[in-house]
């Protein structure tokens, strides 16, 4: 993925009448896994094209699927939950998902906004063809030590001594989940976070949202940060204000569990030289070592 295929891209789309003439190709940053392009005509078109990798790739925690964003963009989009999208075109350089771009900024200090955000979507209905994903204490703690089986430093011997004993039962209703709500993914657009990039969404525990979104590794990776006490405090309370299903007492022993699975996660990466997550990886051992009661 070394090359930027924008010509063809722009073939492709005039091909399929998305396009009516070459336009200003800009590419935006914060992906990890796809690329993603703003274009601009002079018809004052306004989208964005994001293409996924030719051949599968596999993630032990973060899936990607092409197919599964489109469904979500068409079913989210009428809610203001996401972009609305234009097309979804199979192309020579891979898949590929054009959607209407949103004019706004990345979240920022705006707890609130995404807490609203997140419970309205765990309120929707299910939708169709969505992966299952790990849900209760016993799943999660299987995601982990089988992320921890592929990984051979002194430190997964150290984490596998923070696994948590909790026991958490399964949701007793399993809602549609972003899986992948960090900071780089919610845009704040007329006062109203929407969610973009859903190429791993999922049918599984509402909880699993909250708590990649205050996991204190997925904010250091797109904000060089951590969210202080008061902000978790207040994204918690504002989420309980518009979820009348949920459960805090619950959610803080699943907290715990999310968070050793993501500490596993950062291992593994890197493990396998990505060494943006070293330090994220740390951050996420040490909220491990504190219990979490504390700063909800």
């Not at 809602?175 to 049918?203: T, Y």
Request: aromatic share 8%.
């Amino acid at each position: 993925m070394e090359s930027l295929p924008t010509e063809q891209l722009t073939h492709e789309l005039i091909d399929h009448g998305i396009l009516k003439a070459p336009a200003e190709w800009t590419q935006l940053a914060g992906g990890r896994s796809n690329r993603v392009w703003h274009l601009r005509t002079n018809n004052d078109l306004d989208l964005c094209v994001k293409l996924y990798p030719k051949d599968p790739w596999e993630n032990p925690l973060f899936a990607n699927d092409p197919l599964g964003e489109h469904t979500c963009l068409k079913a989210l989009a009428p809610h203001g939950l996401s972009p609305t999208p234009v097309a979804f075109i199979e192309t020579s350089v891979g898949p590929c998902l054009v959607y209407e771009h949103i004019s706004g900024t990345i979240l920022e200090d705006q707890v609130k906004l995404i807490a609203q955000c997140l419970a309205q979507l765990h309120q929707l209905p299910a939708l169709d063809g969505l992966r299952d994903a790990s849900v209760g204490s016993e799943q999660i703690g299987e995601d982990g030590l089988h992320i921890l089986g592929m990984c051979q430093t002194p430190t997964k011997m150290r984490l596998r001594n923070l696994m948590p004993d909790t026991y958490v039962t399964f949701v007793s209703q399993r809602r549609m989940i972003h899986a992948d709500p960090v900071p780089a993914n919610i845009i704040v657009s007329e006062g109203k976070a929407k969610l973009i990039d859903w190429q791993c969404p999922a049918f599984g525990d509402p909880a699993e949202d909250l708590c990649h979104f205050l996991s204190p590794a997925m904010q250091w990776l797109y904000c060089q940060s951590i969210l202080p006490d008061v902000e978790v405090s207040s994204f918690i309370s504002s989420y309980a204000k518009y979820s009348a299903a949920f459960d805090k007492s619950r959610f803080l022993d699943l907290r715990a569990w999310y968070s050793w699975r993501i500490a596993a996660y950062c291992l593994w990466q890197v493990e396998h030289g990505n060494s943006a997550y070293q330090r994220p990886l740390e951050l996420e051992i040490s909220a491990l070592e504190k219990p979490h009661a504390k700063i909800a």
